[in-house]
Each structure stands twice: as C-alpha cells, then as structure tokens.
C-alpha cells in the first residue's frame, strides 16, 4: 500500500535554530512529493514540490526540502527557523501513474520558541 | 494565481438540516476537485474526487447520499451535507487541480469550511 510517514507529531525548535521536519513515502513508480503548511482554521498553503530534476527543492518562506531516491525520504529543511514558522506542516506524494489524488502524512506540529 | 475560494467559511446548523459549501475556483479552470474532511489535530481525509461533468468518486466509508458533491463547471464544486448531524461538525477542505496542467501536478486548497452541527 502507498503511504506517507511523518515520523514526528511535533518537533521544537529554537529560534534562529535549523529546523527539519521529516517525512518519508512510498509510492509506485516515480514520486511527485509536496509541503504543505497549515495556520490555525485554515486551509493549507503550498510550501514546495519536488516532480523531477535537482535533488534539492526551494520554496516559499525561505523553505526547503531534499528528495532521496535512496532513503525515499524527502525532508523539509529551513536554515533559520522564525516564531511564525509555528504552524502544522503535511507532506503528501503521488505516484506518477496515478491520478491527481494525493497521499497525506499525519501533519508534524512545529513549535519555535523565541 | 491559482486562487480557491470556499463560502461559507464556518457556518452553524441545526440537526437535520442540509448545508452547501461551495468551492470556486477563482483564477483558473479546475479539471478535478477534491474534497477532504479534517478533525482537530489530525491529518486530511479524501472525502471524494470530482471531475467537471461526470459524477464524484467517493473513498471508501463515505456515503455518498449524505455527501452530495456537484462539479457543474471547471470553476465551481459544491458539497452539500444533507441531514446533518453533530458527528458530521468538521472543518471542510477543498482542493483545485489546473486543467490541462499536467506538470504542475499541484493541489491549490481553500481556505476551508467550519461546519457546527448542533
């Protein structure tokens, strides 16, 4: 069966500490892999892809994350983690023979104390 | 761009009555939407699939007669919980892919919905 594994429910950080929420899949064929962030009763903002290409993935608010064939692992990775980094965080993939459904990991809760 | 809209975005309703929530997709045309349930502290659930004209996939365990989905036209997705009932309060999450867009393979999400059933 096709799963997303995020191994952590929560992970403190310090302030201007790194940060790396982990998340690891297993999907069928080539993954296409994704964060998401998730602000209190709302709805989930796109954080980074990884479809093809280089390793190492850039997005939004200075985030980043790294795919591994190998470990089939795909961490999300900030150098400087911020206060407002505080939120819920989903890595989901799909596999690409599939249709656009994606697979959800459980959410990691990221805590930054000041 | 890629903008998903969702209305209401909470609503409170009596027991045995219905309440539609209505999914838009703003600046884009979506070929499929989806539409996911979620409980406090826990991850998304797949509700169903729909595809513009054709009838909803729903994932196993969802009744489909109490969640009827309608996906009209590429911008525009509703689903309609139909006899509410208190279990039924959750916070209601939709999700727009670009048609025609096959490379981007992305999700664009809603703002969600809060439904109080009481």
């Known amino acids: 069966a096709q799963s997303v594994a995020q191994p952590e429910d929560q992970v403190n950080v310090a302030e201007g500490n790194p940060l790396t929420v982990k998340c690891t899949y297993s999907?069928?064929?080539?993954?296409?892999l994704f964060w998401y962030v998730q602000y209190p009763n709302r709805g989930l903002q796109f954080l980074l892809k990884y479809i093809t290409g280089d390793n190492l993935v850039k997005g939004s608010y200075g985030f980043e994350a790294e795919f591994n064939k190998s470990q089939t692992s795909f961490h999300l990775k900030k150098p400087s983690a911020l206060v407002s980094d505080s939120a819920l965080y989903f890595c989901a993939a799909r596999s690409g023979d599939s249709n656009y459904q994606l697979i959800w990991g459980a959410g990691t809760k990221l805590i930054i104390k000041p | 761009g890629a903008v998903v809209s969702q209305h209401p975005s909470w609503v409170i309703c009596k027991s045995g009555t219905s309440v539609k929530i209505e999914c838009r997709s703003l600046?884009?045309?979506?070929?499929?939407m989806f539409w996911y349930r979620q409980f406090p502290k826990q991850s998304l659930m797949l509700m169903a699939t729909s595809n513009e004209g054709s009838k909803a996939t729903y994932e196993q365990g969802v009744e489909k007669d109490k969640f009827l989905i309608n996906h009209a036209s590429l911008t525009l997705s509703t689903l309609t919980v139909t006899s509410a009932h208190p279990e039924d309060s959750s916070f209601y999450i939709c999700?727009?892919?670009?048609?025609?867009?096959?490379?981007?393979?992305?999700?664009?999400f809603g703002p969600g919905t809060r439904l109080t059933v009481t």
């Open positions: 999700s727009a892919s670009l048609a025609g867009d096959r490379l981007s393979y992305e999700q664009y």
């Open positions: 999907v069928s064929g080539n993954p296409y």
């Open positions: 600046d884009f045309q979506a070929t499929t």
